[in-house]
């Protein structure tokens, strides 16, 4: 069946309205017919939604890429946006959806740890294939898994060893009360333990907690030489604003594992966001001639006035990209196939720079960064090339222990 | 001594936050028995003209927040009085509906207009320091607001023709009208007293929450409990329940995280409501406004 790409997308529109109001069965097998199935359950709306917007905007700039470069062994691919808004329960019930009704050949799914393991296990019983392409807390081992995103033993302990350096030995963490706050808290402490030095307070918050007053002054009567932040989504973002309408910033540095991801250092005023140092994967500042490229493309598709391309973004962008060579080294989308030829150790040069497969983990190899905002910039101070996982490669080897399904967690 | 003054600070902020929220219902459900679920919205309201006027319009922020959010909410809440309320009085739990239905319809409103994203504006105020210790500035401006809107209701309902009419017709409006008030304008001002006042609260707290379409839900459960816990006199009432509120949960806060804070307030509404189901002014304070 010939189809330009016009015709494509429009199939694809009308088969994704279709869906959306959850109607007639027939019409996505219409779009399905020949094209590769590929579904997205992300938080376009609701809390989480700062991180969800530019991750999908990212996975539509793939898979229109993809498809303009004449698809996948021959075949379109049809990208199925659902919207979980910021809602367990609907990463569960799309989750089915996409492995069930859609056949979807890769879900890219998830950006809370919470959310990834409602999606995991739910993805492993169906046998689909799962790709999760944010920065998270490791030790993830599922050989149905693959994770694109850095882990602490990639950023967390570069940042801590040159902030204990920097700025002193005594942390106070502040992180979301979830399972990735609290395990990142965990390495926090760890590294910084590491380096000679000492925590000395850790807070945790509920995603809805918009009152950092008190803590605000605990922190103060703590006196640590820095405070670490692991504080996640919209309401969390009232945290920096308070901490600057006390005062505190330019008194007390700031690090963070989660900053910036959410186009915090675009939404907040420069002086609110000014001097904190974050180290992620990728920043759109990189000045390498492949992402320079990649940029003005992006910008060329969504408008100059795009406010930034996160590190999630660029993640999801590389989750589908390595996703792609996956399949076309296996020469077909079946599941088993595809994780094989990703377990050779697939490689590509991405805009972030190059990003191999880890055959053993299912997570990647990467370039990190430091970096510092400065006025809704991200100016990177020093770099890292070729990091790998570490923290999940010390508990999980997938080449050994194939039937491994489980979060491994750093005792506590 | 700076840490007492801070963690007084503290305390006496997390009370003013309790009076801006729930004043506004406290009006409108003391003084004319009307349960508002859509209060939170209300508030919410507030936040985003507050918001949007600075953005988008350039209004300078004090203005935005102590008179257009206000006024503006003030001015919709007659509207609702007029078109929904006014039909249901004396029909408790049909008003409750109506405006849970009205407090569904605006967030779904809102989250169409404006998007299920937060969207903030800075703290306009510098921090302060007092000894060793940094807090915010806005802080003593909330407080300040809170004092002046208690005075300000104090002074309403004692001195104003307007107060001694309310208070009449929130008595015995039969009895009132029959001496010359007219209660249909009298329950209009009171519906538009109690909206600005809530608009005022959400506008005021903006900048230190942000503002979302939901943010209406984390405001009402909160805003209820001091009412109830408050009992049927407007000021006394609110500012005893809330300051009996906000110094538990701030001081458990303090001491534990704000998850705790939240756990230990609601611990104390339950006993309150338990000891005294009429509430504070209900037992103590009975001749108080």
Redesign the interface.
């Known amino acids: 069946m010939a189809m330009n790409r016009r015709a494509f997308l429009r199939t694809s529109a009308i088969s994704a309205a279709a869906l959306s109001t959850l109607s007639l069965k027939s019409f996505s097998a219409f779009a399905a017919e020949d094209a590769i199935n590929i579904a997205s359950l992300y938080d376009n709306?609701?809390?989480l939604?700062?991180y969800g917007k530019p991750i999908v905007d990212a996975l539509t700039f793939a898979v229109e890429e993809l498809n303009s470069g004449g698809g996948l062994l021959g075949r379109p691919l049809n990208l199925i946006k659902y919207d979980t808004?910021s809602n367990m329960q609907l990463y569960a019930q799309y989750a089915q959806q996409a492995a069930l009704k859609d056949r979807a050949a890769v879900v890219h799914a998830g950006i809370t740890s919470a959310s990834r393991e409602v999606v995991r296990p739910v993805l492993d019983r169906y046998k689909t294939l799962y790709f999760y392409n944010n920065q998270y807390e490791g030790g993830v081992c599922d050989r149905n898994f693959f994770g694109t995103g850095v882990t602490p033993g990639q950023t967390v302990e570069k940042l801590v060893s040159h902030v204990t350096k920097k700025w002193g030995k005594k942390v106070y963490i502040v992180a979301a009360?979830y399972n990735y706050g609290q395990i990142v808290t965990a390495w926090v402490k760890k590294y910084v333990e590491q380096a000679g030095g000492q925590s000395v307070g850790i807070?945790?918050?509920?995603l809805?907690?918009?009152?950092f007053?008190?803590?605000?002054?605990?922190i103060?009567?703590a006196k640590p030489d820095f405070v670490w932040s692991a504080l996640v989504g919209?309401?969390h973002?009232?945290f920096y604003?308070?901490w600057?309408?006390?005062?505190?910033t330019g008194?007390l540095p700031i690090a963070s594992t989660t900053f910036a991801g959410g186009n915090e250092h675009i939404?907040?005023?420069s002086?609110?966001s000014n001097g904190i140092l974050i180290c992620q994967n990728y920043v759109q500042e990189l000045a390498t001639p492949q992402n320079q490229a990649f940029v003005e493309r992006f910008h060329k598709r969504f408008g100059a006035d795009y406010p930034y391309i996160t590190e999630l973004a660029m993640g999801a962008y590389q989750g589908m990209m390595l996703w792609a060579e996956g399949v076309r080294q296996a020469g077909t989308v079946e599941r088993m196939a595809v994780i094989e030829s990703l377990e050779k150790g697939i490689s590509l040069e991405l805009p972030s720079g190059k990003v191999s497969v880890d055959p053993a983990t299912h997570h990647c190899v990467l370039d990190v960064h430091i970096a510092e905002v400065r006025d809704r910039r991200l100016e990177v101070i020093e770099s890292f090339a070729q990091q790998g996982p570490s923290d999940t490669a010390a508990v999980c080897n997938l080449v050994k222990n194939p039937r491994d399904a489980k979060q491994y967690s750093i005792a506590l | 001594m700076d840490?007492a003054a801070?963690?007084s600070l503290?305390i006496v902020?997390?009370i003013a936050?309790l009076v801006l929220l729930s004043i506004g219902l406290a009006v409108v459900f003391g003084m004319m028995k009307i349960i508002n679920l859509a209060h939170g919205e209300f508030m919410m309201l507030g936040g985003y003209v507050a918001v949007l006027a600075t953005h988008n319009l350039h209004v300078p922020i004090w203005i935005s927040i102590l008179v257009l959010a206000p006024l503006s909410v003030g001015l919709f809440g007659m509207l609702v009085e007029r078109l929904l309320v006014r039909h249901l009085y004396g029909r408790m739990v049909d008003t409750m509906l109506a405006t849970w239905g009205l407090s569904l319809a605006l967030t779904g409103t809102a989250?169409m207009l404006f998007?299920?994203?937060?969207v903030?504006i800075?703290?306009p105020?510098?921090?302060?320091?007092i000894g060793?210790?940094?807090?915010?500035?806005?802080?003593l401006f909330v407080i300040a607001v809170a004092v002046v809107v208690l005075l300000g209701m104090w002074a309403l309902l004692r001195f104003t023709h307007f107060g001694l009419c309310a208070r009449a017709t929130m008595q015995n409006a039969k009895m009132a009208a029959a001496l010359g008030a007219n209660p249909g304008r009298i329950y209009s001002l009171t519906s538009g007293l109690g909206a600005a006042l809530a608009g005022l609260g959400g506008a005021v707290l903006a900048?230190?929450?942000?503002v979302?379409p939901t943010l209406g839900a984390?405001y009402i459960a909160k805003a209820f409990i001091t009412v109830i816990g408050g009992g049927s006199a407007v000021i006394t009432g609110t500012l005893t329940a809330a300051s009996g509120f906000g110094l538990i949960s701030?001081v458990v806060?303090?001491f534990s995280?704000?998850?705790f804070?939240e756990v230990a307030l609601l611990l104390a509404a339950i006993v309150l409501i338990r000891v005294l189901p009429q509430g504070i002014t209900g037992r103590f304070f009975r001749r108080a406004f």
């Open positions: 709306s609701g809390g939604d700062i808004q009360d807070e945790f918050f509920p809805d907690v918009t009152n007053g008190a803590t605000i002054s605990k103060q009567e919209g309401a973002m009232s604003r308070q600057k309408a006390a005062g505190m008194k939404v907040l005023s002086e609110e | 840490w801070i963690f503290q902020s997390a936050t989250t998007g299920n994203t937060t903030g800075s703290s105020l510098p921090g302060i320091s060793a210790y940094q807090t915010s500035g806005y802080g900048p230190l929450t942000g979302i984390s701030q806060t303090f995280t704000p998850v804070g």
